[in-house]
DNA sequence: GTGAAAGCGCTAACAT
DNA sequence: ATGTTAGCGCTTTCAC
């Protein structure tokens, strides 16, 4: 009578495993004192512990992660989901930055105890409806996502984004997106860029549709005319023809060619590059490119690219953070965070000295 | 008494969630028949089964799913981890091949119904010592890597490539390395190469050691010199510096410039066409160039890059289905599966009609 | 300081 | 056809 199950109906599997009770009934101890010695609960006699880990040790004893965690009442397990892509559920992985966001989560969240499963873009309910969630991580959700209604009904704590704000048990943590393209214009402006132009997609996103707003009072706090091409599909292909649309210049203002080139479309930078070589610009020279992008391949080309970093490892962390406070300690009150962006100035974006027409002297 | 937990330690969080008990003392049933109903095993009413099942959804009752997976003694939970990478445990979702083997392999197996945790490159024991995984996935073990062993002593079930073949527990599902050199030598041979050179990372994964094996049995075959550049390190600019290297001319070939470029390392693609033309070279004009890559940049510079896919997607089906027979049928006699490679031939490595010297004529 | 026993929420064997 | 009950493996209260 020392095996397994009389009732229970699992698929015999190699050996049965050795439980708390083996190692107890070795040890001649109870359950519960071998339980205590291993967890360094309760007040035992140092001999008594020792022996119990050896015991264990010896026995090759591994606690059921399980039975914990039904006993816990929790599973220390969170999922994490894009809202965008999902037309092709698992596409997300291959754009730098959710790769990195991704990436960022599993590692915050392991280290503070928690497993991440990986789900599919835009995935309904019966994914996940018997997957034992603590939490879910709904990365960039698109207007109005099915997701989290339906992940909020379940009663299941949503992190996301701003677009959340005001829903019983959604928090969030958000990129200042608007600060980010101030940034990002400025600079240009500083060196010099007048006719910026913005290239960005055409989603439903919180990301997007704020940078769009946010270009849009720049435009009319600087006096410029706001020159904006949409990316119609996701993809490298669909970004180079926004680029070359761009590039084209518009009637509506004269004709005039833009001085300066801000793609926050996900896109390879080498290839905006070499669009933007093929139709004749000379980068910084005519034309200074900046490219929100967390692409390493930035750096290598030639010359190499500035970008704008999300900084995505720096948002897993703050929304890991916040999942573990809301999960263990209830915290309900705290209000949202706002992450701050990097700009990394490089060399297709700073003006060189102008030789021809009216030289400044070079810094 | 109709209330939470006298023994149980849970901090309180938002609602007492509906149990199994309580829709069955609501609907005035038995949790037994309540879950018969809501299962759709055993024989009951067709009234009764629909007064079980309209009870809960009225109440919105959702199961327990670590209760089940403790019943079942299952938790269909499966680890996911890489073997090289291990100095930057999370940058191997920045490689194509593994974003897409990734997300190919949560895919797959969340459609078999087990949630896949992603874990970091090299992690050890105590990142998934309490965390209940069915199995792990091993992406590319280096030699007599330490996370195998450990899995295998802690009763935890391997999926993982041909190098861990053997072992008891250990199963595996392998890339056709030797099949993919030979398929892109002969390529570019028919292609009328003669002097093909071949970049490979300086690593002890198992395609990388078979990958350098084919391409030395294939050059003695060939009476082909056998020309090596290794990649001293992970990433774009030591693969540049290697492809550098191996068009500077090996002296002890008379110092004769290669004539095909086949890149096994992972790198970038516009970046690799880049650096070859900085050196004067015509792609593919007077140099054929092959990329093992996943990367979809390949296919949109000018000219677009001959890739050599490792299809991480079949791969990661394989491995599953391999992983979900053993798990659930015990299916241990099966030998190991061989994957087949895909050429995807572009541009980059078809000889143009050569209009100077001796033409032929244009197909 | 140690152990017996309850019970986390569920499913299945066994009555009825 | 439906209900009673045991038990998955663990932690914790509580009594000794």
């Avoid at 049965?16 to 009934?25: F, S």
């Avoid at 980068?283 to 391949?297: A, F, R």
Wanted: some cysteine.
């Amino acid at each position: 009578m020392t095996e397994a199950s009389p009732h229970g109906g699992q698929p015999s599997q190699p050996l049965p495993r050795v439980r708390l009770v083996d190692v107890a009934r070795e040890a001649g101890l109870s359950k519960t004192t071998v339980s205590a010695a291993l967890n360094g609960t309760g007040r035992l006699s140092p001999e008594v512990r020792e022996k119990a880990r050896e015991t264990a040790r010896r026995m090759g004893y591994r606690p059921n992660a399980t039975a914990r965690r039904l006993r816990a009442g929790r599973a220390r397990l969170i999922g994490y989901v894009v809202g965008e892509f999902a037309d092709a559920p698992w596409a997300f992985l291959e754009s730098p930055y959710f790769a990195r966001l991704t990436a960022a989560t599993a590692a915050t969240s392991l280290r503070r105890g928690y497993a991440m499963v990986l789900l599919p873009a835009g995935s309904l309910q019966s994914e996940w409806a018997d997957l034992a969630l603590d939490a879910v991580i709904v990365a960039d959700p698109v207007a109005d996502d099915r997701i989290v209604d339906d992940l909020l009904a379940a009663r299941i704590p949503v992190f996301s984004d701003r677009s959340v704000e005001g829903r019983p048990g959604a928090y969030w943590v958000d990129v200042d997106a608007g600060g980010a393209v101030r940034e990002a214009l400025d600079h240009v402006r500083e060196q010099g860029a007048r006719r910026p132009v913005l290239v960005v997609p055409d989603s439903t996103t919180r990301f997007h549709t704020e940078v769009f707003a946010a270009h849009r009072d720049w435009c009319a706090a600087h006096g410029v005319p706001e020159r904006v091409v949409r990316v119609e599909a996701p993809g490298n292909p669909a970004v180079v023809r926004a680029v070359e649309t761009a590039l084209a210049g518009d009637p509506a203002a004269d004709g005039a060619r833009p001085d300066a080139l801000l793609v926050v479309a996900e896109a390879s930078p080498p290839l905006v590059l070499d669009a933007v070589r093929r139709l004749g610009h000379d980068v910084p020279g005519d034309l200074l490119l900046v490219c929100v992008s967390e692409d390493v391949t930035a750096e290598h080309t030639e010359p190499p690219v500035t970008t704008l970093s999300l900084r995505p490892e720096a948002i897993a962390e703050a929304g890991v953070a916040r999942l573990v406070a809301v999960l263990e300690h209830g915290a309900r009150e705290l209000p949202g965070v706002l992450v701050p962006t990097r700009l990394d100035v490089r060399a297709s974006s700073v003006r060189p000295p102008q030789p021809a027409c009216t030289s400044r002297p070079a810094t």
